[in-house]
């Protein structure tokens, strides 16, 4: 009897398991969806990414997003263009370390045919003073 509690429970685990790793697939498509195709992702770090070889960084855990926080976000509308700017409080795993970022951004949106896409973000780190 145990061991086929044991097994029922293992079983369990895998199905939450695969479960999970298909409501992430389903996030991970449903955001790809929201980013341009010519996205540039400049980090605080100065590195900029694609949108290829961010969805990558992503995908193979190289960044992990544990939290993400904004504050005095301004929306200003130029046209077929949205610039948004604010403050970002990070929590994330960058390469297995983990890093506590305080940033000042500068993120752009651009409508298309398909609606508003997510096309740049810059970011440096917060002032000290």
């Not at 992430?24 to 990414?49: K, Q, R």
């Not at 200003?76 to 604010?86: E, F, N, S």
């Not at 390469?95 to 506590?100: A, E, F, T």
Request: glycine content about 6%; overall charge positive; charged content about 25%.
């Amino acid at each position: 009897m145990r061991e086929g509690a044991r097994q029922a429970g293992a079983k369990r685990k895998e199905d939450l398991a695969m479960g999970s790793d298909k409501e992430i697939l389903a996030l991970e498509d449903n955001y790809a969806a929201m980013l341009h195709d010519e996205l540039l992702y400049t980090h605080s770090s100065g590195l900029t990414d694609t949108k290829a070889t961010w969805l990558t960084s992503l995908r193979l855990g190289k960044t992990k997003y544990k939290s993400a926080a904004c504050s005095d976000r301004k929306v200003r509308l130029a046209g077929d263009t949205a610039l948004v700017t604010g403050r970002a409080a990070i929590e994330a795993e960058i390469n297995g370390q983990p890093r506590s970022l305080r940033l000042v951004f500068l993120n752009a949106w651009t409508r298309t045919p398909k609606g508003w896409k997510f096309i740049a973000w810059q970011s440096t780190p917060q002032p000290t003073t």
